[in-house]
């Protein structure tokens, strides 16, 4: 009996370059210089709001909080568009729907990103029918933490005596596997890059989703 959470930004899509123009919309609306593309790779995967507290050097709620309200503005209207399902990923979850036979292998999602924006973007991409639920944060940033919003999913009876794997690109994917003592595996195809994922110490790391089946003995 296995559940497997996937991550949404990074690992199932590729929604970097919405959310890059979206931040730089924000900060220049703020009066912020040009930020460099490395500075702009730290901020694909965090909470956005730890991301703009980064940023802008600052711990100023109202500041962030007004970064985020413009951010959230344009990435729904221009940027929650320009994202690409990442190669093989559609064929991986079909095969793994294919192997699930009697439900020994249930597939769901857990993502910072809030939840009817996660909804969204796997409905506009076709890719909600995988999934058996998907659980995303609040636009308050509640739940935006994955290690205490996996700790407070895996308390559902549904997921007793199950084996539950998580797989993610950045370290706070492996951080919050090993929080609840889930397996974890770190894809290298997404936004965190070699030194934070071997950093970060997941069980298991691949190239591409393909990679994963063996893993899984699919």
Known sequence: MTTLFFDLDGTLLDTQRGIAESIRVALAELGQGEISDQQ???????????SFAWLLNTQDKALIADAVAIFRQHYLHTGIYNYQVYSGVRELLEQLIRSQGGGEVTLHVLTAKPQHQAEWLLEHADLTHFFKTVHGS???????????????????DTFYGRTSWVIGDRASDIQAAKANGSLSVAVHWGYGDHQELVGAGSDFHIASPQDLLPLLDV
């Open 40 to 50: 702009l790779q730290r901020c694909f995967g965090p909470p956005l709001r730890v």
């Open 138 to 156: 609040e636009d308050s940033g509640i739940r935006s933490d994955k290690s205490t919003h996996l700790t407070s999913i895996l308390t559902d």
